[in-house]
């Protein structure tokens, strides 16, 4: 880092916690590509911040789906996912160890063995998964294995409450991207991939808003939590796919529905509509455990929780949810239109899905002030 050594050294004097936040969301962006953007900025902020004498916390924003190669290796249609990491090598290994020897061949080759022999969704969740063990390899090796905090979230969705309810940017938004995919769709089948026999009822999509992820990232960063956290809406608030189809269908406009065609096609492909060529979970259910957040809250008072968000509210419909995403939605399927050249003319989006107003609109008076 250019930094001259006074600042520096004001740091190094100031700073208790590092969180890492920053880093390419990019799915579709190679292994070699991923390595420049992910795994060596994180290595190198990680190595840093274990320089610094009074580091309390390195929290590092990860996400839940560095194991979603298990959906491979499992013969379950709900794949559990524990908070910890999980060994790619069939032998018994320390993980930790292995990771720099790995790291060496990413950079040489652009991939690994391990990458190659084991079915992650995208190049981008092995990244994240081999970014966790260099930085606990780093932490290891300094004997800092305590101010490792790693944030999991799943599939990012809006903010519930803070700054307003429906608070996000047209890209952060996996599902609004989904929702408007949907809208443009012209035909009435769209093919998916899934094991499930029953996928609308039996497949799920973790959604959780951005607050709750931002909530327990502090809860567990104040409580001095260590190792891996998810960040996710858990398998008490996660959606049924029916749910989260359904509440598409009442964004578009077009007056017929699209109806899921599913097969048992790998996720990669090329015969399945794009939308789930991206978003490759489709399909799929990880019941994520999110048992050290319930831990924490258990041991905290209602005043010592305060006003933190840490659990998706289902209370209400999710389509209710969509309300709030309309001008994203409207936005997206116009860049997707010019992206994709597709023979619709960008003044007749409005044909395809609803033209929503920003979501600071919906706030009342009093949420304006407050922000």
């Avoid at 190595?47 to 298990?70: G, M, Q, W």
């Avoid at 720099?100 to 995208?122: A, L, Y």
Wanted: hydrophobic share 35%; glycine share 4%.
């Amino acid at each position: 880092m250019d930094l001259d050594d006074d600042t520096l050294q004001m740091l190094k004097r100031r700073v208790h916690v590092f969180i890492h936040a920053a880093c390419s969301i990019e799915l579709k962006n190679s292994l070699r590509e991923l390595s420049y953007t992910i795994i060596a900025p994180t290595l190198c902020l990680a190595k840093y911040a274990l320089k610094f004498p009074n580091l309390e916390k390195f929290v590092f924003i990860s996400s839940a789906y560095v194991n979603a190669h298990l959906w491979k290796t499992s013969d379950s249609c709900d794949v559990a996912v524990q908070e910890r990491v999980y060994s790619l090598n069939r032998k018994s290994e320390d993980i930790h160890e292995s990771a720099p020897e790995v790291w060496k061949e990413v950079q040489k080759n652009g991939t690994s063995h391990e990458f190659e022999t084991n079915d992650f969704p995208w190049p981008y969740a092995y990244a994240k998964h081999l970014a966790e063990r260099l930085v606990l390899h780093q932490a290891s090796e300094k004997g800092a294995l305590d101010k490792i905090l790693i944030i999991r979230p799943s599939v990012v969705g809006p903010a519930e409450e803070f700054p307003y309810h429906g608070f996000t940017t047209s890209y952060s938004s996996p599902s609004t991207a989904c929702a408007a995919a949907y809208a443009l769709h012209p035909g009435r089948k769209i093919v998916l991939a899934t094991r499930c026999e029953n996928p609308d009822q039996e497949a799920t999509i973790d959604e959780v808003p951005v607050d709750v992820v931002v909530d327990r990232l502090l809860l567990h960063t104040a409580v001095g939590t260590s190792g891996c956290i998810h960040a996710v809406s858990g398998e008490k608030r996660r959606l049924r796919l029916e749910d989260w189809w359904n509440a598409f269908k009442t964004e578009r406009r077009l007056p017929w529905n699209v109806k899921p065609i599913w097969t048992k096609e790998d996720w990669h492909s090329s015969n399945l509509h794009h939308m789930a060529r991206s978003f490759k979970i489709i399909g799929t259910s990880f019941a994520f455990a999110e048992d050290k957040t319930d831990q924490v809250v258990e041991t905290l008072s209602p005043e010592e929780l305060g006003q933190l968000k840490l659990f998706t509210d289902r209370s209400q419909p999710y389509h209710h949810s969509l309300i709030h995403r309309r001008h994203h939605i409207h936005h997206l399927a116009k860049e997707m239109v010019k992206k994709n050249k597709l023979p619709v003319p960008v003044f007749m989006i409005g044909l395809f899905c609803r033209k929503g107003k920003p979501p600071q609109h919906y706030q009342t008076q009093s949420e304006k002030v407050s922000v």
